[in-house]
């Protein structure tokens, strides 16, 4: 292997790890009731299966993924749902979260398992499944999904896979005691990381105070071809791009990722849980935590169920609570105080700590910043913590972006050297809190007026609908109505057309007309007017005219499928009965003549 890199900046804080170590890992006990949040990762909360007086069993899924990222909860034991609400939970803000609560029943009955013991045979994509219905998130950092951080896209080649064995941070000795003791499934979980990525490179990087953990790791790995790289013991070593930078000299981009530049990093807590999963078919369902501080009678790890009070594993240890200042989630330099040993232990809860007062006293009153630099020569990230300090101060949110706010891995080794001890990572937590909350907002405002646009779309699309619809009706009503009119006309005789008169001739008649009727001689004005026989002949002569039209224009109708066929119909009808009519009154003219 090449020659080590090193990172910018780093400190050496006392380590305070040989307390926790002298005995080997012990069991916790069953507590009276385990408190299970439905938020214990990055991503959404797992949202409940199960309800209150619900019988489960052991590794039973209690809780599921609410979305790609997310994971998975189960039982951790075998007992009764009590209750389903809000509890406190272990967050740096010290508020509640909804959680489940499961009162153990003593008899720890499993729910069926499915392990794999030739999962060499298994595809990617099962083997990633697998990972994933187990709830396994990384048990070294922020919790991200596992599933997800291992099922890399295609497109994404992982060159190296980068075991990540430096628990830098002082007191916790987790991941150091897990290594001693179960190195073989440290192993084993990482060839199921070899199966799933097929990287050309396998690292482990462990810090070389560890010295009991990086010899059973070198005779567990053996002849695999992993190889384990001792590194100097340097705060914040355990970091993941700090310690991708140490073992590869690659430098995770701005804003990217590991695979970014192809490399996977895990945890070995991580690894061991990956192997109980698929080889053993566990689900994550507890987890190595240390317990420690000066407050502890007798510090030690256990292997603890997840959602078993913090106050529960203190007592196992002696606490002395009258000793103690504060309890801290952590350690003293990542970690953060809860108000309350009542907060349940959750995937992510690799230490408690429970120093006296002289142990680890409370940082002394902030001081104005006096410029010395000392916070940029220590940053890892090689930021400019004064800078960011100042921004955050005015809250320029956009000048605290620019200056890459968001790389802060929040280590605490600025706070750590400032002179003035001034809380610097609460500042830059606290704006990365803010920030992240307007972008909530501005997805919120966005996706409603995605809403609003595809409502008013909508609406005018339907209205558009609606007018075409009512056109559609008012045209078929017209054309029906045009069809009845002629239907009506057709249906009704023919006057005979009457040739226009003259006026002259008009006048002439009259006068002859007057004379006529002066003299008694109304012969002329008879003999002008038609016949009661004409009359009936001129009808009947319309009337078959009128017959022969409608029919032709009948038959045409049916041929075209017009809907005026049945109007039509109607009228052929009416004509042929008033000229069966007209024949009879004709007929009865001739008669009287």
């Keep these: 292997m090449k020659p080590l890199a090193t990172f910018h900046g780093g400190i050496h804080p006392p380590e305070n790890k040989a307390q926790s170590t002298v005995l080997p890992i012990a069991g ?45 909860l189960h039982a951790p034991t075998s007992g009764t749902i009590s209750a389903i609400e809000e509890r406190p939970v272990p967050h740096p803000s010290g508020g509640t979260g909804l959680c489940i609560v499961i009162r153990p029943d003593g008899e720890q009955r499993w729910a069926p398992r499915h392990a794999c013991a030739a999962w060499q045979d298994l ?10 219905a187990a709830g396994i998130v990384g048990l070294g950092g922020a919790g991200f999904p596992t599933a997800v951080k291992a099922g890399t896209r295609p497109d994404r080649i992982i060159d190296t896979l980068i075991i990540n064995a430096a628990e830098c941070e002082p ?19 990482i060839e199921i990381l070899r199966h799933l990525v097929q990287p050309a490179t396998i690292l482990i990087g462990i810090e070389d105070n560890k010295p009991e953990a990086i010899a059973a ?39 990217g990722l590991p695979a970014d530049i192809g490399v996977l990093c895990q945890n070995v807590g991580t690894a061991v849980a990956i192997h109980d999963a698929v080889v053993e078919g566990r689900p994550l369902i507890s987890r190595i935590t240390t317990v420690t501080g000066a407050s502890c009678q007798q510090p030690r790890n256990y292997e603890v169920l997840i959602g078993t009070p913090v106050s529960h ?37 690799n230490c408690i700590l429970a120093p006296t007062r002289e142990e680890l006293p409370p940082p002394p009153p902030a001081q104005a910043c006096i410029r010395c630099g000392l916070c940029a020569e ?66 919120q405002a966005e996706r409603a007026r995605q809403r609003f646009e595809a409502r008013q779309e909508r609406m005018a699309r339907e209205a558009a609908e609606r007018e075409a ?40 008649e009259r006068a002859r007309a007057l004379r006529a ?61 008033q000229l069966a009519a007209a024949r009879a009154e004709l007929e009865t003219t001739e008669e009287q003549t």
């Design 123 to 132: 595809p990617r994509d099962q083997l990633l499944a697998q990972i994933r």
């Design 313 to 349: 594993l203190l007592a196992l240890a002696g606490w002395d609570a009258k000793r103690c200042d504060r309890l801290i989630i952590g350690g003293p330099m990542m970690g953060f105080s809860v108000p309350d040993a009542a907060v349940p232990v959750v995937k992510t809860t």
């Design 217 to 255: 790791l070198q005779a567990a790995t053996g002849n695999s071809g992993i190889q384990v790289v001792t590194i100097p013991t340097l705060y914040p070593s355990g970091g993941e791009k700090q310690l991708i930078k140490i073992l590869t000299a690659r430098e995770v981009p701005s804003g």
């Design 28 to 72: 916790a006990s069953l507590p009276d009731e385990l408190v299970l949040p439905l938020s214990q990762h990055i991503g959404a909360p797992a949202r409940p299966c199960v309800e209150p007086g619900q019988q489960v069993l052991k590794g039973e899924c209690i809780a599921t993924a609410a979305t790609a990222i997310s994971a998975p």
């Design 469 to 508: 619809r009512r056109q559609a009706r008012a045209a078929a009503a017209a054309a029906a109505q045009a069809a009845k009119a002629r239907a009506d006309a057709e249906a009704r005789p023919e006057a005979p057309i009457q040739p226009a008169a003259d006026p002259v001739q008009a006048a002439i």
């Design 378 to 443: 220590a940053c890892p990230a090689s930021l400019l913590p004064q800078q960011l300090y100042w921004f955050a101060r005015s809250g320029e949110h956009d000048k605290l972006e620019a200056h890459h706010l968001f790389d802060c891995i929040e280590c605490g080794a600025c706070s750590y050297v400032c002179p003035s001890s001034i809380p610097l990572v609460q500042y830059y937590r606290a704006s990365k809190a803010e920030i992240r909350h307007k972008q909530r907002e501005r997805e």
């Design 517 to 577: 009727g002066q003299t008694g001689d109304s012969s002329a004005a008879s003999s002008t007017a038609p016949s009661p026989r004409q009359q009936a002949e001129q009808k009947v002569s319309t009337l078959e005219a009128r017959l022969t039209k409608a029919r032709k224009r009948h038959e045409e109708a049916v041929a075209g499928g017009e809907k005026t066929a049945a109007a039509l119909a109607s009228v052929v009808e009416k004509l042929e009965q």
């Design 171 to 189: 007191y916790i000795t987790a991941d150091d005691m897990l290594m001693r003791e179960r190195a073989a499934a440290v192993v084993s979980g």
